[in-house]
């Protein structure tokens, strides 16, 4: 859920100023997962660039106190979300801790790295949500080791109707600071693309799994 279309189209606006997020909807680029995308996004150069990801991190702390007050944790889902996510902790003077994908495979065998007491309130950081499996799975060790997670929030978001489902079905609420249909927008309304290339990415968000360029 976008909570501000302004800060919705600023931050699209950014990401697309500092090639976090790149659109080729001719010359396209090749997911991991083998998929052909006109769209790749890293949201990690923002941590380069000091003004933007001040902005990134205030907004992150303006809409979590909005939306849910001061929690007692803030988290990152690692490793993309670590450095955005200390410093939103950082500026609302909260403890932070972070959730690998699985537990480490040594010592003390952690998924969860920080202090996490029983029944803390948790709010949850991430960079980008594709699928959501990923940053659900985190959601899933903070429940289980007792915390009161009350949502997460990221900076971006595809919103393919799958992440949609799987937030829904695990009741996890999200929000983003902006999202691909804001994006699409505001990359037309600064030319950075055409009517016709808008119309490529539209088509593939549809079905991307089998979008053919």
Not at 121 to 150: F, M, P, Q, Y
Request: with cysteine; hydrophobic share 40%; charged share 25%.
């Amino acid at each position: 859920m976008i909570l501000n279309k302004e800060t919705a189209k600023k931050t699209a606006e950014l990401l697309l100023q500092i090639k976090a997020i790149k659109l080729e909807p001719q010359e396209p680029f090749t997911w991991a997962s083998g998929w052909k995308s006109p769209i790749y996004c890293d949201n990690r150069i923002i941590l380069s660039y000091p003004i933007i990801r001040n902005y990134v991190r205030e907004n992150f702390a303006k809409q979590i106190e909005e939306k849910y007050g001061k929690p007692d944790v803030i988290a990152a889902v690692a490793t993309g979300a670590i450095g955005i996510g200390m410093l939103v902790a950082e500026y609302l003077s909260l403890p932070f801790a972070y959730v690998r994908p699985v537990p480490k495979g040594h010592g003390r065998q952690n998924q969860i790295e920080g202090n996490l007491e029983e029944g803390q309130t948790v709010v949850v950081i991430e960079d980008l949500i594709s699928t959501g499996n990923s940053s659900l799975n985190a959601v899933k060790a903070l429940k289980e080791a007792g915390a009161n997670v009350k949502g997460m929030f990221a900076i971006f978001t595809y919103g393919f109707d799958t992440s949609v489902k799987n937030f829904e079905k695990l009741e996890v609420e999200l929000h983003t600071l902006s999202d691909y249909e804001n994006l699409i927008e505001t990359a037309q309304n600064t030319n950075y693309i055409n009517t016709e290339e808008a119309g490529i990415l539209r088509k593939w968000r549809e079905d991307p799994a089998n979008w053919k360029p």
